[in-house]
């Protein structure tokens, strides 16, 4: 069962998050709307070295859980 949050808090202001949590595995979306583009941790996340978002941009973040593993092949 998957469980949604809607517009949960994020670092920037103008930003819009949605959480998904499922059992494995928490998706975020997340549209940018500050008016600039933004390099640095949105969501208070671990942050990956080079990972922008544009104004207007519309992204998705995956975090997985140690249970998480890939389907079958």
Known sequence: M???E????TRV???CANRFSGKDQV???????SG???????LGLAHVA??????GEVT???????SWSPGPK
């Open 13 to 15: 202001p103008r930003a």
């Open 36 to 42: 600039r583009e933004f390099d640095g941790n949105g």
């Open 6 to 9: 809607p517009l949960v808090p």
């Open 60 to 66: 998705a973040v995956a975090q997985r859980t140690p």
């Open 2 to 4: 998957i469980r949604l």
């Open 27 to 33: 998706v975020w979306t997340l549209y940018n709307r």
């Open 50 to 55: 080079g990972a922008t978002m544009d104004n």
